[in-house]
């Protein structure tokens, strides 16, 4: 019944609070504006991620009242570390942020809630259970940080993963965890009603980071204990591993074209099926099906096959070589940044692309016929292909 209460209270809370803050963005002018690097195309409000962490942590801590639960340091740092996340991405949102001064925020605040308590019932020794966990959870904010470029899509996938961290706490045990969990999934599940496409509400740096920072720590301490021991660990890769793919999809991408991986641009997988021929919705909505269906093999690994530590690592080199094949396909997609890349190769950037152009097409005529007039003619604007540099 707790479990109920927790979710219940964090979704009418979100429900409830959004529209609150998205008036507050309007009035505040805290807006994130169209450019090259984004896809949508009206100044939009952020600060959704106020209302996803208020939401999510009031409704852990009322769940936790009514069990009269005292608080320990475990719990104080957890929630000190969320609201480090929230006042950073907000810094970030409003004026920016170098990227190493970013990094060092993300780094504290994961090591706030490392330092209460957070890797001791890992099953690693602690001298190689915390940097290995300090970097799992810097990654998984930046991941959920890149992710938030198309509407849904990280709130979406921040729920199904809390519902999963609910599942494998449940599971192994970890109670407190599971209410902490549940409460994130009630809260990233109630945002969606306004942040799903055609969005009128963006979480904005404050809400991917804190999405990104609870699902990572709640992960670590939901298979801390496990019977299957350090292959028990695989278990949070598995279930988050489409945030992982898209992260080191455009890291690779970026890295292999020479450009800034901080910088932004629209060569995330999310972009990429979108270039498919994808409607925003069904963009998500594919996103969405290939998380649950790694999060709910995470979960029956977990609860079912506990005691085959072999068959856990066999089912996850399974699925790395699916996400695999899929990045093989992605890659092949072309994206506006590598056309832009095309172009500073040849020379031609200057030439060509305007600073003040939104979209700027790259016209290539096809060859003339050799045939004569045996052939008819075929119409100029099916006779070149078109490059968007944005």
């Not at 309007?26 to 090259?36: E, T």
């Not at 594919?286 to 998380?291: A, G, M, N, Q």
Request: glycine share 10%; charged share 15%.
């Amino acid at each position: 019944m707790i479990f109920v209460c927790a979710f219940g209270l964090s979704v009418m809370a979100v429900l409830a609070l959004t529209p609150a803050v998205r008036g507050l963005a309007k009035r505040l002018r805290f807006l994130d504006h169209p450019n090259r690097s984004k896809v949508h195309v009206k100044p939009t409000p952020l600060l959704g991620g106020i209302a996803v962490a208020l939401a999510s942590l009031a409704s852990a801590a009322a769940a936790l009242a009514l069990m009269k639960c005292p608080y320990s340091a475990g719990i104080v740092g957890f929630m000190s570390g969320g609201l480090m996340v929230v006042v950073l991405g907000l810094a970030d949102d409003a004026n920016g942020m170098r990227p190493g001064v970013k990094l060092m925020g993300q780094t504290a605040a994961a090591a706030v809630m490392l330092l209460s308590g957070g890797v001791q019932a890992l099953p690693v020794p602690v001298f190689i259970g915390f940097p290995v966990a300090l970097f799992w959870m810097v990654g998984l904010m930046n991941a959920f940080n890149f992710l938030d470029n198309m509407d849904g899509i990280t709130s979406g996938l921040a729920a199904i993963a809390s519902f999963g961290i609910f599942s494998l706490a449940l599971g192994n045990g970890h109670t407190l965890t599971a209410i902490a969990a549940i409460a994130v999934a009630g809260g990233a599940l109630g945002f969606l009603r306004y942040n799903f496409a055609p969005a009128s509400i963006f979480l904005g740096d404050a809400g991917s980071l804190f999405l990104g920072y609870v699902v990572g720590g709640l992960s670590l301490r939901a298979v801390s204990g496990a019977e299957a021991g350090s292959p028990a660990l695989l278990m949070p890769v598995l279930m988050l591993g489409y945030p992982i793919f898209d992260a080191f999809l455009v890291t690779a991408s970026r890295v292999i074209d020479g450009r800034e991986v901080s910088q932004g641009g629209k060569d995330h997988s999310s972009h990429r099926l979108a270039r498919l021929g994808l409607s925003p919705r069904q963009t998500a909505t594919t996103i969405y099906l290939i998380s649950a269906s790694l999060t709910g093999a995470a979960i029956y690994l977990s609860l079912r096959h506990s005691e085959r530590p072999l068959f856990m690592v066999v089912a996850m080199l399974a699925a790395v070589v699916g996400m695999g094949f899929l990045g093989l396909r992605l890659v092949r997609v072309p994206v506006p940044e590598k056309a832009l890349s095309v172009l500073r190769q040849m020379g031609r950037e200057s030439a060509i692309v305007k600073p003040e152009d939104e979209v700027l097409p790259l016209t290539l005529q096809a060859p003339a016929s050799s045939s004569g007039s045996d052939r008819p003619s075929v119409p100029a604007e099916r006779s070149r292909e078109t490059i968007e540099v944005r």
